[in-house]
């Protein structure tokens, strides 16, 4: 049966024609996956079981006041301001199960997990692209997609939202609010038990 595959909230693109929840190996210590907005969650919830001493980390866009501030000091571009939380594994599915879904459907917000002891990341990128790294051995990954129905695909059959974007089929990433909260909210909740400000940059355009 063809999938069909649902755009997150605040992503607009008139044209995602090939695009399915699906993965590439990129080499033996990486996997990159396209997923579907409503199995991201899931996904993350179960391969960040994989990750030792586990962190919290979230890229959210500058307000507007920050903005300002920067370029008065001469930093133009659309700046991000990456935070990071020191997790046990339960802690992490408690920030998925309360934030997961504001955070997965917000189009300017990317998030993940690293890991404290290995080199393992999970980190869910712009356009619904999940990076999903572990030094030399993907095979935990692997089984977990597999398990959930997630077909590997060759590299020429790997399509991916932003591969699509053209002058005609234009992408608008947008700042969402669910239940009231925006990511803004998060970030204030969450300073509450630690998170704190790692780096402030400017993010590469799509």
Known sequence: MQENFKVIEGLNIADISGVKTSYIKINDSEINCVISAERIKSIIKKVVKLVKKPYFFIEVPCTDAQESELSKKGE???????????VTHNVAN?????????????????????????????????????????KNDTSGFEKILKQDNITELKPNEFITIDSLLSKNNPADRVMVELNGETVFDVIENLKEVGLTLCDTFIERQQ
């Not at 659309?78 to 939380?85: G, K």
């Not at 997990?113 to 393992?120: D, K, Q």
């Open 76 to 86: 133009n571009g659309f700046h991000m301001q990456l935070y990071n939380l020191e």
């Open 94 to 134: 408690a920030i998925l199960e309360r934030y997961g879904d504001l955070l997965i459907n917000d189009g300017v917000t990317n998030f993940g997990f690293g890991s404290l002891e290995t080199e393992t990341e999970i980190y869910a990128m712009p356009f619904q692209t999940i990076m999903l790294y572990n």
